[in-house]
């Protein structure tokens, strides 16, 4: 049985090339072909990648029958859709953060992924990342003892422009959805499911949320605290505080290349380089489709899910709507 995972990319943007290019570092993946909405778009970027195959339609691609999974790259507002179509077309899915605009949509999803039979996952490549992957299991075997807070931010400084992407409610904009997602993701993979959020956040012109400061708790007295941010800086770290030490991921932890382990008196630093970051979402995805899995043990789509009712009961505090919902 072939192990091969032949790969199409929808949308042929900044993170499709990414992904084209992690393609590389994986034995078992082949970038057989993309999908963009014009020849022109297709040709350059099959040709700066190396992609054989390049459609003027998203549905010419789902629709090529070499093709195994799909991987989509489009803005988050598409990413239902465009799931839908390649599950439709019988095809395996890795889609891109966050899984879809609320849980309504990821719950078709889904349920569509499941009822096929076929695989479905968010792209959430940090999990899969060495160094994440190594403090979770030393976590997770208890080497630290239990947790007892964690705190993580993302932030960027961009030029508001209500046509960009982080801040347009047409494309599902706001720094929640597309930053705020990483540390959030972070704190249910590590805590699992909070027993109360409490937030704050600051709407940018266009509606949506440009800064957000979210208090999860746990019980027990355990906590997270979560920043995020569209038009200011922040470090971009994760501190995980232990009973017996504490795990420091410097900047940027959702691309981590090595953490600290901070004990009272020294401290370890562990080094995971890596090439490109995508490459073992890749590997891991291509590995469970090759074996007959529908979904993934690391990132499932419980989890998701739940993910996305956090989101939606979050901007639903803050009175972020988008049009289209
Ligand atoms: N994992 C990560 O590290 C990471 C980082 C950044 C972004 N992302 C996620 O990846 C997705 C894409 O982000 P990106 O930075 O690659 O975006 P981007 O550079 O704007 O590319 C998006 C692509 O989607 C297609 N598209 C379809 N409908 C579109 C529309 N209405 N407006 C604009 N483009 C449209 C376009 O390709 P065609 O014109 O060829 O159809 C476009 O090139 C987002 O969901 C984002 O959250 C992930």
Redesign the pocket.
């Known amino acids: 049985m072939s192990t091969k995972t032949c790969w199409g990319i929808?949308?042929?943007?900044?993170?499709?090339?990414?992904f084209a290019d992690a393609t590389r570092f994986v034995e078992d993946a082949e970038p057989l072909a993309v999908?963009?909405?014009?020849q022109e778009?297709?040709d350059i970027?099959g040709k700066r990648h190396g992609i054989p195959r390049r459609y003027p339609r998203?549905e010419d691609l789902v629709g090529d029958p070499d093709i195994d999974a799909i991987y989509v790259?489009?803005?988050?507002?598409?990413?239902h859709i465009n799931t839908l179509l390649a599950l439709e077309a019988g095809k395996h899915v890795l889609c891109?953060?966050?899984l879809a605009v609320n849980a309504g949509e990821a719950e078709e999803m889904i349920v569509m992924a499941r009822k096929k039979g076929l695989f479905l996952m968010e792209?959430m490549?940090t999990r899969f990342l060495p160094a994440w992957v190594d403090i979770k299991a030393r976590l997770d075997a208890g080497e630290f003892g239990a947790i007892r807070s964690l705190q993580a931010d993302f932030g960027i400084e961009l030029a508001y422009d209500p046509k960009h992407?982080l801040f347009n409610p047409d494309?599902a904009g706001g720094a929640l959805?597309?930053l705020g997602i990483y540390p959030l993701s972070l704190a249910f993979w590590l805590l699992g499911q909070p027993e109360t959020t409490s937030s704050w956040a600051e709407l940018a012109p266009t509606g949506v949320d440009q800064r957000a400061a979210i208090t999860l708790t746990y019980g027990g007295g355990r906590f997270a605290q979560l920043n995020t941010a569209s038009d200011v800086w922040s470090m971009g770290e994760a501190q995980i505080v232990t009973e017996k030490a504490i795990v420091r991921v410097h900047r940027l932890f959702?691309?981590a290349r090595s953490y600290e382990v901070v004990d009272f008196d020294k401290t370890e630093i562990v080094r995971k380089p890596y090439e490109n970051?995508?490459e073992f979402e890749v590997r891991h995805a291509g590995e469970r489709i090759a074996s007959g899995q529908t979904e993934s043990e690391v990132m499932s789509l419980d989890e998701s899910l739940e993910i996305m009712r956090a989101m939606d009961a979050l901007r639903a505090e803050w009175g972020v709507k988008y049009p289209f919902e």
């Open positions: 929808i949308g042929t943007g900044n993170i499709a090339g990414k999908g963009s909405r014009s778009t297709a970027f998203y790259a489009t803005p988050h507002n598409s990413h891109e953060k966050p792209a490549w992407r494309l959805l597309d959702l691309d970051g995508f």
